[in-house]
């Protein structure tokens, strides 16, 4: 089996703050910090570091030729990236003092995956093969059809919403792990149960995993529920608290862990991540997660 992550490549420019910024409102910032980002690199690498084998897809611009070096530091394959004419993806963070974050997006040359570069890369891949995708790049419903002609099974993060994504070919989704905010874009629904129950109605095979944030996650299919309280934590910074959950819990079922267990070994390694400043970078490694967990 082979896992592909088909997604975004960013430079995040952050900002550190006493408070996000207000409509109509200038402030200024305590730091300003290049970072590697987005959620498909951040995603990723999480997996990477969990212990999974990665292959990436996706594009930069000239500028942003040391986002796969930084991959591939991690032993994530970076041969199916492209550089493209175009500037790299950026996304502007603003993080306050009680690591929140706000995020801006310029999709960049993520914007320039086509239908063609899907199947130049889906060639390498087969039956039985799992993608995780999330919603930064274009070609987005030609890839999830594509993925689903040859018989992956598709992760999705449907991050951030919008409205194309919607209307996308959602019911080849068999796995959706998603937020409050993004639950409420896909259903209409705020409240936990009203998200699980909306999507299992629309996609009745599919498996949910909603993460709820301090009040930790949940894991719904047709069949059954579960759930798993957050770790407390003294957040420093929130970006890639989700990417690491999500690369963390796709890792562990992808080797037959138990739901249970996964839950908890990605809420651990999404508390690590939280207690750091950065994205990529503030994702823990499996011993970590380990020794945190037996601590
Ligand atoms: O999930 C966090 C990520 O979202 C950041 O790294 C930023 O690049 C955006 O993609």
Redesign the pocket.
């Known amino acids: 089996m082979k896992l592909l992550v088909f997604g ?1 490549l ?1 430079i ?1 420019d952050v900002y550190l703050v006493d408070h996000l910024v207000k409509e109509g409102e200038t402030i200024d910032s305590r730091s300003y910090t290049r ?1 590697e ?6 995603q990723a690498i999480a997996l990477a570091k969990a212990g999974a084998e990665v292959y990436f897809a996706g594009a930069v611009g000239e500028d942003g030729a040391f986002l796969p070096a930084f991959l591939s530091s991690f032993g994530v394959r970076t041969e199916y990236i492209k550089t493209v004419d175009e500037p790299t ?3 502007i ?1 603003q993080v306050d003092d009680a690591g929140r974050n706000s ?1 801006i ?1 310029y999709g960049g040359a993520n914007r320039r995956i086509s239908p063609e570069t899907v199947d130049d890369v889906l060639c390498g891949f087969g039956e039985g093969d799992c993608i995780l995708l ?1 919603n ?1 790049i274009s070609s987005l419903d030609y890839l999830i059809c594509a993925a689903h002609e040859k018989g992956m099974t598709i992760f999705l993060n449907p ?1 951030p919403i919008t409205e194309g994504l919607k209307r996308g070919p959602l019911g080849f989704v068999d796995w959706f792990i998603l937020n409050e905010v993004e639950g409420y874009g896909l259903t209409g629904h705020t409240d936990e149960d009203g998200i699980i129950m909306e999507l299992l109605r629309n996609y009745p095979s599919c498996r949910v995993l909603l993460t709820l944030g301090e009040k930790g996650s949940v894991y719904a299919d047709a069949a059954r529920r579960a759930r798993r309280s957050a770790f407390p934590v003294d957040a420093s910074d929130t ?2 608290a ?2 690491t959950f999500t690369g963390y819990f796709v890792n562990a079922i992808l080797n037959s862990e138990e739901v249970d267990r996964a839950l908890l070994i990605a809420a651990q390694a999404a508390a690590i991540a939280v207690s750091r400043f950065g ?2 970078r503030s994702i823990p490694y499996a011993d970590e997660v380990e020794r945190a967990l037996t601590a």
């Open positions: 975004s960013n995040d970072c980002g987005g959620k498909g690199l951040n993806g950026r996304a963070i995020i997006l999330q930064e991050s970006t890639a989700g990417d994205a990529g």
